[in-house]
């Protein structure tokens, strides 16, 4: 089954770190350009990250440049979102995202494969 | 900054109305890239709608996609109660960023 399953949220205090992990199956993960996009409570739908098939491009919201990275691990069908010195607003569901077909490196497209999302709650 | 406006926030409405949902952009959207979901609470987005008037397979056909360059629309033509959702609108394209609009909220009367 082509899937995407998100992990690692959690409760973590302002300023700490947390590790999101993408599972991907079903698919040749290697190929594809993927994304990591998150929902605040009670907000709308925001892009975070995104990182070309070969990690060789890699772009970020201003709202997460130098605080978060993203990564991946082709070789076992894994992505990555780093995050640092985590704020209140930082607060969301997660979620990995997957383009319909593997794109030229700089393009970030719309995404037809959805994790269920992972919650991150950043509070004292 | 480019910045995709949503109207209306909120859509009251009644099983078998029509619902159009508008999509308004900053500034021109090249090629069409603009693409619509469906969000619902606990599961993750849904893609109805690609290249502003393309509907994904699987995809009833009450759903619809319309417009160009800043103006862009979904109609629901007549709507389900499974179709009661949040809705977005998202350009993207050939560089970043990825933009979503605010989001519509569609709910029953």
């Known amino acids: 089954e082509v899937q995407l399953a998100e992990s690692g949220g959690g409760l973590v205090q302002p300023g700490g770190s947390l590790r999101l992990s993408c599972a991907a199956s079903?698919?040749?993960?290697?190929?594809?350009?993927m994304n990591w996009v998150r929902q605040a409570p009670g907000k709308g739908l925001e892009w975070v990250a995104s990182i070309s098939s070969s990690s060789n491009t890699i772009y970020y919201a201003d709202s997460v440049k130098g605080r978060f990275t993203i990564s991946r691990d082709n070789a076992n069908n894994s992505l990555y979102l780093e995050m640092n010195s985590l704020r209140a607003e930082d607060t969301a569901v997660y979620y990995c995202a997957r383009p319909p077909a593997p794109l030229p490196p700089t393009f970030t497209w719309y995404c037809d494969l959805w994790g269920r999302g992972t919650l991150v709650t950043v509070s004292s | 900054e480019f910045v995709l406006t949503q109207s209306p926030g909120t859509l009251s409405l009644s099983p078998g109305e029509r619902a159009p949902l508008s999509c308004r952009a900053s500034?021109?959207?090249?090629?069409?890239?603009l693409a619509w979901y469906q969000h619902k609470p606990g599961q993750p987005p849904r893609l109805l709608i690609y290249g502003a008037s393309k509907r994904v397979s699987g995809i009833p056909d009450r759903f619809s996609g319309s417009g160009s360059g800043t103006d862009f629309t979904l109609t629901i033509s007549r709507l389900e109660p499974e179709d009661f959702a949040v809705y977005y609108c998202q350009r993207y394209g050939s560089s970043p960023p990825i933009t979503f609009g605010q989001g519509t909220r569609l709910e029953i009367k």
């Open positions: 500034q021109t959207i090249d090629s069409n890239y």
């Open positions: 079903g698919f040749s993960f290697s190929a594809y350009n």
